[in-house]
């Protein structure tokens, strides 16, 4: 079994920067893909950015440019490091992780992914 536990979420000026966590449970497998989600209230769990074993990266164009994810294997760690954060970022984001199957394949289909976090708030205000 895989745990997920997200941190650094909270309230921030539009022009901002946060910089959430994932700290994972010990994950030793060789192809795997892990990724950052956002949800609003009624809508739509939505990719944020992944990363996987290849070390390929993906980006939603909402946040190209301005969010950037790296994985800390020694720390066993998830980062999602947001910049020149806007109001229209404010959602509860969810780090997912997944064994077995790369980025390559639907890593923007939220049932894909086997494990999640419980998720953590992130508050722009303008």
């Known amino acids: 079994q895989v745990r997920l536990v997200e941190s650094g979420g909270g309230s921030v000026q539009a022009g901002g920067s946060l910089r959430l966590s994932c700290k994972t449970s010990r994950y030793t497998y060789s192809n795997f893909c892990m990724g950052w989600f956002r949800q609003a209230p009624g809508k739509e769990r939505e990719g944020v950015a992944t990363i996987d074993s290849t070390g390929s990266l993906s980006y939603a164009d909402s946040v190209k440019g301005r969010f950037t994810i790296s994985l800390d294997n020694a720390k066993s760690t998830l980062y999602l490091q947001m910049n020149s954060l806007k109001p229209e970022d404010t959602d509860m984001y969810y780090c997912?992780?997944?064994?077995?199957?790369?980025?390559?394949?639907?890593?923007?289909?939220?049932?894909?992914?086997?494990?999640w976090g419980q998720g953590t708030q992130v508050t722009v205000s303008s």
């Open positions: 997912a992780a997944r064994a077995y199957l790369s980025c390559q394949t639907a890593s923007w289909t939220p049932a894909m992914y086997a494990y």
